[in-house]
């Protein structure tokens, strides 16, 4: 029977599914995760006054949500110090960057990151048939120059930096990102992810200037608020890039469960602050626990360390497939010289005892 066809886009894009879950795994190895450490959720979870809004949302989930998202985009701007109308929530910071290549980017214009970054952009990037420009990271971290001159060179229409960056965890501070950002052609506009901000030190993401027309910054409650389920993510720049988003958005696409969540872990920024601290805490000893078995953690912004393990991708991969058949779930860089790490997310102290047994045994049975 013959079946419609696929666009030549869409028929162009590749068949395997790239994001591969930790239930996927659970599922295909027949295993049970004991520690959750490889996504960058919050183990630590959302506020209990986040509960309490998610279980008094729940009995009106009959209505559909507001599309206009107007309580926690007022509260954004409140928060933020911007208008109602520089805000745009979407679903998660994944679905703002599919929007923001739909709306920025035609087929066939460039687009510029790095090689190895957070690939969910250069999903959407093929997806809506732009070209992806990709440069290597310095030093373990993404390297501003480079990505400079390959927006000069190939008059790119968008170019994305995560900061701090996942998979490195590595960072700029505020000042090289306003360079950066100053130096670029006012026709290219800067995705600025900073999913990982409220871990990062002080100084790390520049003040908000919703004056600065080619500047989106994209934030989310699926990290530091511990929301990564509930899909809820926000962007904020100038008031017609802003507007934009409503030609292409789902306008129901943020439920009204989330907006409730969203608004209440907004409102208790003493939760959050706890969960900052507690991260830190986590990812210390996640820092101590490598450097005893011999491997060197690397500097970290986020709410994960990115542990090199000394030798090379597959080395790194044989780690993780190890720590997996005991029971702990991490992830890792995948390109070269990136992959000779291991990605682990600061957890709560019981999945960090998990990975306290594990790893020496894992190391010891590892071939380098
Ligand atoms: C750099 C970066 N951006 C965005 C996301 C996803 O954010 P959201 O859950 O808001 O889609 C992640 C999640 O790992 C990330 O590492």
Known sequence: MPLPALTPLAASLPETVPFIGPETVERTRGIRFRARLGANESSFGPSPAVIAAIAAAAPESWKYCDPEVFDLRQSLARHHGVGPDEVSVGEGIDGLLGHCIRLFAAPGDVVVSSIGAYPTFNYHVAGFGARLHAVPYHDDREDLDALL?????????????????????????????????????????????????????????????????????????????????????????????????????????????????????????????????????????????????????????????????????????????????????????????????IRITAGTDAMLDVLEAALPEVLALAPR
Not at 185 to 192: A, D, I, Q, R, V
Not at 204 to 228: C, E, H, W
Not at 246 to 270: E, K, P, T
Request: glycine fraction near 8%.
């Open 149 to 341: 001159a390959a927006v000069r060179e190939t008059n790119a229409k968008i170019v994305y930096l995560a900061n701090p960056d996942n998979p490195m965890g590595t960072w700029w501070d505020a000042d090289a990102v306003t360079a950066f950002a100053n130096a670029l052609p006012e026709t290219t506009l800067l995705l600025l992810d900073e999913a990982y901000g409220e871990f990062a030190p002080p100084g790390t993401m520049p003040p908000i200037d919703t004056g600065q027309g080619n500047v989106l910054r994209l934030r989310t409650f699926s990290k530091a608020y511990g929301l990564a389920g509930l899909r809820c993510g926000y962007a904020i720049g100038a008031a017609p890039m802003i507007d934009a988003f409503n030609r292409v958005r789902n306008h129901f696409g943020v439920a009204s469960i989330a907006q409730a969540a969203a608004l209440a872990a907004l409102a208790d920024q003493d939760y959050l602050a706890s969960v900052v601290t507690m991260t830190a805490a986590a990812r210390e000893r996640i820092e101590t626990m490598a450097r005893a078995n011999g491997l060197i953690p690397l500097p970290s912004a986020t709410n994960f360390v990115t542990i090199d393990c000394g030798a090379d991708g597959p080395f790194a991969q044989r780690i993780l497939d190890a720590l997996a058949g005991l029971g702990v779930f991490i992830r890792k860089p995948m390109v070269p010289r990136l992959d000779r790490c």
